[in-house]
T-cell receptor, first 114, second 115 residues
Framework: AQTVTQSQPEMSVQEAETVTLSCTYD???????LFWYKQPPSRQMILVIR??????QNATENRFSVNFQKAAKSFSLKISDSQLGDAAMYFC???????????FGAGTRLTVKP | ETGVTQTPRHLVMGMTNKKSLKCEQH?????MYWYKQSAKKPLELMFV???????ENNSVPSRFSPECPNSSHLFLHLHTLQPEDSALYLC??????????????FGPGTRLTVL
């Protein structure tokens, strides 16, 4: 079974600075998808960014980008120019290309300091 | 984002009560999901429906009973729950489980407290 590990329970960043959240996963599959979701205090789980494993190019979405290292099974999220509204729980998730069952990490709580 | 809505947002119930959680998606999706989110634990997938048919049940106790009357609505019926069932229950939907690029979109959750 696939597992997703987020080794940083909590992270903090100064407003306008850059922060990187780590995620590693374990799988024997070659085709899969990786996601970062954000869960603010409102608890609404919001999709931040998605990466397809067969694409070597790292996904980017405005201030959010990923560093996808397939061989190392690593999928980190970089947030540039951090804003107060970025404060939330961030969840890394894995989905096999064969089915839609998601595996989530335990989450990283990000605090943004003004 | 109001594509997936859930009611109620908060629910307190006794162990002998019967209640239901409701989820509605306005995205035209064919698949819907129930997840349980407990403190300091990864999200746990409970049920999956695709085209109104249950396709997965991850060994969830029978005190949780899902219902999917149509592709836009999903219910979770609760009865004789235990205090350890207190958690955030999240609903999600996705366009089509057969799509390689299928992505799940979540509702705001129902915070359930069982006394």
């Amino acid at each position: 079974a696939q597992t997703v590990t987020q080794s940083q329970p909590e992270m903090s960043v100064q407003e306008a600075e850059t922060v990187t959240l780590s995620c590693t996963y374990d799988t024997s599959e070659s085709d899969y998808y990786l996601f970062w979701y954000k869960q603010p205090p409102s608890r609404q789980m919001i999709l931040v960014i998605r990466q397809e494993a067969y694409k070597q190019q790292n996904a980017t979405e405005n201030r959010f980008s990923v560093n996808f290292q397939k061989a190392a099974k690593s999928f980190s999220l970089k947030i540039s120019d951090s804003q107060l509204g970025d404060a939330a729980m961030y969840f890394c998730a894995y989905r096999s290309a064969d089915n839609n069952d998601m595996r989530f990490g335990a989450g990283t709580r990000l605090t943004v300091k003004p | 984002e109001t594509g997936v809505t859930q009611t109620p947002r908060h629910l307190v119930m006794g162990m002998t009560n019967k209640k239901s959680l409701k989820c509605e998606q306005h995205l035209g999706h064919n698949a819907m999901y129930w997840y349980k989110q407990s403190a300091k634990k990864p999200l746990e997938l409970m049920f999956v429906y695709s085209l109104e048919e249950r396709v997965e049940n991850n060994s969830v106790p029978s005190r949780f009973s899902p219902e999917c009357p149509n592709s836009s609505h999903l219910f979770l019926h609760l009865h004789t729950l235990q205090p350890e069932d207190s958690a955030l229950y999240l609903c999600a939907s996705s366009q089509d489980r057969a799509l390689r690029t299928d992505t799940q979109y979540f509702g705001p959750g129902t915070r359930l407290t069982v006394l």
